[in-house]
């Protein structure tokens, strides 16, 4: 259920509806406002690595494809020219002009497509000097794709190619640097939204953890409302979600850029965003976000906390604070809750004021234990922490 102030049937029709019953915040209403950093935090709990999983299978799909294609055009040109081409580029000028012999993608003849960089390697055996060698790595490992390959194939085209796939170096440690930055930049940008409303920071939690407001977002970017979630409906998102108030506009546009920066959401074409990619169906899905995935989490603090905080002793006793809170706060403990929230922002500022961490970082790491208290914990703008003892939930 949503908090009883937040009264809505349908968020995607509220995020456009008219401004004229908005709440004296800006121009937009307290439930635009929601639903905004709803969006932000879905994406990154639950969207984000779900398009990641499919986008890679899509690619791997692809380039395999290309291989083959290859491999074919490659048997072509032995025959013609009783030897193997020394570069692709060779061997797409042989098939553009021998287009009833083979064809050659383009692209993968100048050496990169959709997200894959191709190379082709003659070598000699003992045992037979006619073979060639040649593969495909991703051109941003661990975004646009984890797995590289590489096939042989020899000059007599009754021996199937042979083909070895493994996982690229260093894509797992890309792909984990993408997703921080992503994280990092999601957790400032609803930061900066609570400030705008202490209304919307008291119930902001509430909001974007309940079922309901998880499988409207995914409505939302439902864009023909199949009940499906496809690769290019989350591009098309990304690239333009909707929102047309300013205050709103700004930072979700912001955010979805480093979306898009950090995915490399441009380096690839339609053919591999193509509808057929499906990231997420609203019923029967079992996933979940993860504890750490949530930005409105105390898991989610903690993360959020170690990207800021490079000294791991400090970072280890500022997520033992967080560790603690949320320990109080399964216990029903809201006084111990509040104490170790006070105490771990505490911490931050003393880390600021030493130059360890930003006091940008310092602001909203306080926004967010301020909603983590459930508008219990205001951060006044000196930096100190007072308790709103008639506003602590039960």
Known sequence: ????????????????????????IGGFTLIELLVVI???AVLIGLLLPAVQKVREAAARMSCTN???????????????NKAFPKT??????????????????AAVANGEAEGYLYYILPYIEQDNPYKLKFGAAPTFPGITAS?????????????????????????????????????????????????????????ARTFVDSDSTQDEVVRIV???????????????FVKDPGVEDPELAGPLHAFLQTVRD?????????????????????????????PDDKIL??????????????????ADHLCGLIDQAALAEDHKDLDAKLMYLAEYQKAIEDLAGRGIISEATSRHSGTILWAMGDGSVRFTGDGSVRFLSDSISP
């Open 1 to 24: 259920m949503y908090p009883k102030s937040v009264e809505t049937n349908d968020l995607s029709n509220e995020i456009n509806r008219s401004k004229g019953q908005a709440t004296g």
């Open 38 to 40: 709803a969006i932000i």
């Open 66 to 80: 290309n291989l083959k294609q290859i491999a074919l055009a490659t048997h072509s040109y032995h025959d013609q």
């Open 88 to 105: 692709l580029m060779a061997l797409g000028d042989f098939c553009a002009r021998n287009p009833t012999r083979c064809t050659l993608n």
């Open 147 to 203: 797995r590289s390959f590489v096939m042989t194939v020899g000059s007599d085209p009754r021996n199937a190619p042979v083909l070895q796939e493994f996982t690229t170096p260093g894509a797992d440690k890309a792909r984990e640097a993408a997703f921080d930055e992503i994280y990092k930049k999601g957790f400032e940008t609803v930061a900066d939204l609570l400030e705008l409303s202490p209304e919307a920071t008291a119930q």
């Open 222 to 236: 439902d864009w023909n409302k199949d009940q499906e979630i496809s690769l290019a409906e989350f591009r098309s």
């Open 262 to 290: 950090e995915l490399k959401l441009d380096s690839q074409s339609s053919a591999i965003f193509s509808e057929s990619k499906i990231v997420y169906i609203p019923e029967g899905t079992t996933d979940t976000p993860g």
């Open 297 to 314: 989490s105390y898991g989610g603090l903690c993360r959020a906390t170690r990207l800021v905080v490079t000294d791991k002793t400090a």
